[in-house]
């Protein structure tokens, strides 16, 4: 049994956040490339749905039909979330490899909190629980308008899951409970416009953690 409480020791733990559609896959994809060819070794997940369990609990918050209340909702994130921390990303990060990872607990306090207007500090805090307080070493924000965000998904021509087809109010809220985040911890936060071009972005991202490897 691993302490709840120590922080993560030897290994690196990146987290990407953003709007949906924001570009967060094509960034992990070129730094888990990137950190590869550096000679790390990379561990690639997401939240929801990086273990067994959590692939369960992401068909529910993706995909119920019919309504999941806002709290259940935030309690099925937090969830995945112990499970995917105490099995998956905490042994990767003791054994000294690079965590990759898409949405972590900013999407919860952006989603369930701004988004679906819980208490923003008690979705942190729940998030917090579930995993022993773990935080990632950086978080990248993809910022990005969600009317752009949303052209992006329609280009993409897949069916919307619950939250990407909430209105666009909602995803305003989201934007700003992010960028509101990033500039609570700027030391943990790199903030990015997304809408610049991808290798722009993924050199931008590249210089942040070079020095960490
Ligand atoms: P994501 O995996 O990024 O979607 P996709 O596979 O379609 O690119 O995220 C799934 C959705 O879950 C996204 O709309 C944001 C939402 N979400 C929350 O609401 N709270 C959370 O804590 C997390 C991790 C995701």
Known sequence: M???AAPASRGLWITLEGGDGAGKTTQAELLHRWLEAEGRRVVRTREPGGTEVGALIRDIVLHHR???A?????????????????TLVRPALDRGEVVVQDRYLDSSVAYQGAGRVLDADEVRRLSLWATGDALPDTTVLLDLDPASARARLDADDKPFDRLESEREEFHLRVRQAFLALADAEPARFLVLDAARAPEELAAAIR????PLL
């Open 66 to 68: 019919g309504d999941v």
């Open 70 to 86: 806002a709290r259940a909702e935030a309690l099925l994130y937090a969830a995945d979330r112990a499970q995917h921390v105490e």
């Open 207 to 210: 210089d942040r953690i070079r």
């Open 2 to 4: 691993t302490d709840a």
